[in-house]
């Protein structure tokens, strides 16, 4: 059985930084590759930034450099250190998982305050 479960999240200031984790089972994690994507209130899900299982990162536009992915396959785990925060980075940040088939985490809130 697949389990993808984040962790990290919580309340944080604006300009502050937070780390989510995301800890992988049930999956052959090095030859996935691994993405976060966040929801916000209105439902829209969108990219936040991925990795291959070659090591070759993605970010979704708004990152412009705040944002940085990584994973360690000996650990099972992907990473997303996040800097200078901003109230419009609020929402429920997901893991995913995908390569022959793509799986989800349960999501870890973050919320940014002014």
């Known amino acids: 059985q697949v389990h993808l479960v984040e962790s990290g999240g919580g309340l944080v200031q604006a300009g502050g930084s937070l780390r989510l984790s995301c800890l992988a089972s049930?999956?052959?994690?090095?030859?996935?590759?691994m993405g976060w994507y966040r929801q916000n209130s209105g439902g829209t899900r969108e990219l936040v930034a991925s990795?291959?299982?070659?090591?070759?990162?993605i970010d979704g536009d708004f990152v412009k450099g705040r944002f940085s992915i990584a994973r360690d396959n000996a650990k099972n785990s992907v990473y997303l250190q996040m800097n200078n925060l901003t109230p419009e980075d609020t929402g429920v940040y997901f893991c995913?998982?995908?390569?022959?088939?793509?799986?989800w985490g349960q999501g870890t809130q973050v919320t940014v305050s002014t």
């Open positions: 995913r998982a995908s390569w022959q088939r793509t799986y």
């Open positions: 990795i291959s299982s070659h090591g070759i990162t």
């Open positions: 049930g999956i052959d994690f090095r030859s996935y590759s």
